[in-house]
């Protein structure tokens, strides 16, 4: 496995050398979406909180580095550094709200939060420019003094995998530390965990600020990259997205989101070249998914290796 | 007699009408070994769910340690020295044998909140853990995912959990419920030696009198939420009242 | 003060409508313990099932108001059977998961078939018009909208409780494994409470049509009405859903009047501020979670 992991890495370093354009284009929204996934799935997969408005902070990346570089013209490095403080405090403030009832309240109130966010980005034309979203911020340069041509879609994709890889690193370690062994055994029966001496609210809180933590990374690297930041990046569809991906590719593998994000980014750009209804595609597969291949493509695979 | 360890006066709680407990008092001595009986109903695992905090008690207060531990949250409570077990399974199936008595001890010793070192390179929790295992006979098994053990391992390996957290006072909830003989004797023998141990004190409910009268140094009997009886083995034997209520129903010794 | 009071009336056939649909929801989550993220998709199927057979057909309103929520109900019937049954022994997470599959699905199939467009359906002759209140012109139609509620309120009172089949649903709702040994049907009753929240949620649809545009976002915007009302309320408490939708009425009534600024997230803060003052809700049952 470590193996595969190196030739992939080298591969999608290398990528921009021998792939067209559009490829590239294609790759830098996979590693943002897979970051995005990944960062839901810590508190979906690890934790076992299902949250419908984790792309209010992937919005909240997006619009704070967006406005970060509109008004202030700060190097992309301040704006992500600035973007994810901006989300990190959103999921503090939604997640203190939300854990503290079951499942079934999480679920419902996360929705509901997201959509509020969602209200804001439309009603607060003065700052978000409602609909429109705000574009024409600019790239000027990436920060501790690196001399790099971020409009350049390559090295912008370098900078993306780079950052990507990172933050996927610390997520790692996390699910693999004493906290992510907490949250797995939080995910399986909360209530044990809590007659262990633990506050498990207070740690599926926490689970829940990190992973809107890197969701606004996630959100921050789209919006240069997507040269707008736009409600519908708030909206409740948007927190479907990692939703499908992480189960497609398999809850509670680490990899399973970024597997699910090249799969779903893949077929999307194939889909809509043909319809514009995805969204149905979409819903409909995720009830195909839940009911019969609940595990995804990479859970599956694991399970074969394994054995189990 | 010394201060009492735990010490429970006028405990109710009603749901809705119903009394479930109804003004329940319960003074237990530091090592001291408790068996708390009474038919089905009798509101044996409420009295339970107030002192370990998973219910708040409609009036009373529980007293632990000459802290008063009325409502408090489960974790506080646990972390106070008080551990329960459960009647049904509750162990962590997705996790290995290992791994569940690690979430105790991870939270013993506060490194609950450590993220950015790998749970399996902390040397001392993973040794600790094992030799939790081991005096559980479960050894062999630190590296099998809880949810293939046999039924009899679970059960062991939730008494693990218990333990792990170092309480001075151990609530079990029918310990031996579902167990073979085999396994019964094997579990018996083990919370005498570790009652023995003068470590613990214990709290424990049990359908089996057999186990009731080998293990209790007193029983309370409880009936319809109220108490019945208390006394010791021999008191309660001879209560003609619990043996009309109780223990009319089932083989005696 | 005509100002208060036609506020305080906006409130009410507001609060109305948000009644009907959250009971729904509220019914299906008692029974089910699962929140239906697609609550909102049949509310919006009602209002679109209207709209064909009033707005194309040229049928009267009234037999839309039957028709409507029996169509709506059966798609809840197949919805249940062919896909939620399937998940009912697994963890609550999966039921989640599916009713919200459901929602993006009937949301995109409504774009698909009646486009992104507004559509609307014109009141029924009876219902047009104003009339005088306490010196405030009040549509003919919003009173019809209190006292259909209020109809709905009264009916479902005595449906839980002076009736065979209320006890078993509730019985159900208490304990499943209970209700199948004293020889209920669970199965059955499951299928039909969904089918009874769609329909009520259906109803709300019809009653809507009229009143507000149909287009495919309606949907989306009650689903997280509803929701703020069953969190106000107390989810499966069924006065607190009225109290609920009471409140997120007069958030709306007086705060579209009175702070239009902030209207869109007054709805929001007031279920924050419930959140942090009692999180079980209003009226909910203690710290069932």
């Known amino acids: ?131 429109d979203g705000i574009t024409g911020f600019r790239l000027t340069e990436f920060g501790l003094g690196l001399d790099l041509q971020l409009f350049n879609p390559a090295v912008y994709y370098h900078v993306v995998l780079v950052v990507v890889v990172l933050a996927s690193l610390v997520l790692y370690l996390i ?64 927190s479907a997205e990692p939703v499908l991906m992480t189960i497609l590719g398999g809850a509670g593998y680490f990899l399973g989101p970024f597997f699910g994000a090249a799969m779903f980014v893949l077929l999307e750009t194939w889909i809509t070249s043909f319809t514009e209804h995805w969204m149905l595609l979409l819903g409909i597969a995720l009830a195909l998914l839940v009911m019969f291949f609940r595990r995804g493509v990479l859970g599956t695979l694991l399970d074969k290796v394994t054995g189990r | 007699m010394s201060e009492p360890i735990l010490s429970v006066k006028d405990l109710r709680k009603s749901f809705g009408g119903v009394r479930a407990v109804d003004g329940v008092s319960l003074d237990v001595q530091p090592r001291e070994t408790v068996a708390l009986i009474g038919p089905n109903g009798a509101g044996k695992t409420t009295f339970y769910n107030m002192i370990s905090g998973r219910m708040k008690p409609t009036a009373g207060s529980v007293r632990f340690q000459d802290q008063d531990i009325t409502g408090l949250p489960p974790h506080t409570i646990s972390r106070l020295g008080i551990s329960r077990s459960f009647q049904i399974n509750n162990v962590f199936t ?80 029918e310990p031996t419920a579902g167990m073979t003989p085999e396994e019964t004797r094997h579990v018996t023998q083990l919370i005498k030696s570790l009652a023995a141990s003068g470590d613990y004190t214990f709290l424990i409910t049990e359908h089996d009198m057999h186990v009731v009268f080998d293990l209790a140094d007193r029983i309370l009997v409880m009936h319809r939420g109220r108490r019945l009886a208390e006394g010791t083995p021999e008191e309660i034997k001879a209560d003609p009242e619990v043996r009309q209520a109780y223990l009319g129903e089932e083989e005696v010794a | 003060m005509q100002s208060f009071i036609a506020a305080l009336l906006n409130s009410l056939d507001i609060a109305m409508l948000l009644f009907v649909i959250a009971v729904g929801l509220n019914i299906i989550f008692g029974v089910l313990n699962v929140i239906n993220f697609a609550h909102g998709g049949l509310y919006m199927l009602g209002a679109y099932f209207t709209y064909m057979l009033v707005g194309r057909l040229g049928l009267p309103f009234w037999p839309a108001l039957l028709l409507a929520p029996l169509a709506v109900a059966a798609v809840a019937v197949v919805l249940e059977r062919l896909v939620l049954r399937r998940v009912y022994d697994r963890h609550v997470t999966d039921s989640l998961l599916l009713t919200f599959a459901l929602l ?23 219902l047009r018009g104003n009339v005088s209140f306490l010196g405030v012109n009040y549509p003919v139609y919003s009173l019809f ?70 287009d495919p976002g309606m949907g989306d915007k009650i689903i997280i009405e509803s929701f703020i009302v069953v969190v106000i309320g107390g989810l499966g408490s069924f006065p607190g859903t009225l109290l609920g939708a009471l409140v997120l009425g007069f958030i709306h009534g007086f705060g579209g009047r009175y702070l239009p600024e902030i209207n869109l997230v007054l709805p929001y803060i007031g279920m924050a501020l419930v959140l942090l003052w009692r999180p079980q809700g209003l009226m909910g049952r203690g710290a069932a979670a």
Request: charge should be positive.
């Open chain 1, 175 to 238: 699910t693999r530390s004493s906290f992510g062994l907490m949250l797995r055994a939080i995910s399986e029966n909360p209530e044990r965990v809590a007659f262990c001496g633990v506050n498990e609210r207070r740690h599926r809180l926490v689970a829940f600020i990190i992973a809107g933590l890197f969701a606004g990374l996630a959100g921050a690297l789209f919006a240069p990259f997507n040269r707008v930041a736009s409600p519908d990046m708030v909206h409740w569809t948007q």
């Open chain 2, 94 to 173: 997705e996790l290995s044998a290992r791994q569940n008595v690690e979430v105790a001890l991870t939270a013993l010793h506060r490194k609950h909140f450590s993220m950015f070192r790998p749970a399996s390179r902390n040397r001392a929790i993973q040794e600790e853990a094992d030799a939790v295992l081991e005096r559980l006979g479960l050894r062999h098994l630190s590296d099998t995912r809880a949810g293939v053990l046999s039924y009899g391992d679970k059960r062991l390996l939730e008494i693990a959990i218990v333990l792990a957290t170092r309480p001075s006072l151990v609530l079990l909830d």
């Open chain 3, 104 to 126: 993006l699905i009937i949301d995109e199939s409504v774009r698909m078939i009646w486009g992104s467009g507004i559509h609307v359906v014109r009141p029924p002759d009876l």
């Open chain 1, 1 to 131: 496995m470590p193996a595969l992991l190196v030739v992939l890495l080298a591969a999608l370093a290398a990528l921009p050398y021998f792939a067209p354009y559009f490829y590239i284009f294609v790759a830098t929204e996979i590693l943002i979406m897979g970051l995005f996934a990944a960062s839901f799935n810590l508190i979906f997969g690890y934790t076992g909180m299902l949250s419908f408005g984790h792309a209010a902070f992937f919005g909240m990346g997006a619009y704070a580095c967006a406005l970060l570089l509109l008004h202030f013209e700060v190097s992309l490095l301040t704006a992500i550094l600035g973007a994810m403080l901006a989300s990190t405090l959103l999921a503090a403030a939604i997640g203190f709200l939300s854990v503290r009832l079951g499942e079934v309240y999480f679920a419902m109130l996360t929705l509901a939060f997201g959509m509020m966010v969602y209200a804001v980005a439309h009603q607060w034309r003065s700052l978000t420019n409602g609909s």
């Open chain 3, 145 to 214: 909208v209190i006292l259909m509620g209020a109809a709905m309120l009264l009916a479902l009172w005595a449906l839980f409780t002076r009736t065979r089949l209320g006890r078993i649903v509730r019985a159900a709702a208490i304990d499943r494994d209970m209700a199948q040994t004293v020889g209920i049907n669970v199965p059955l009753v499951i299928t039909g409470v969904f089918a009874f929240g769609a329909w009520m949620a259906a109803v709300g649809g019809v009653i809507a049509a009229p009143m507000r545009a149909i």
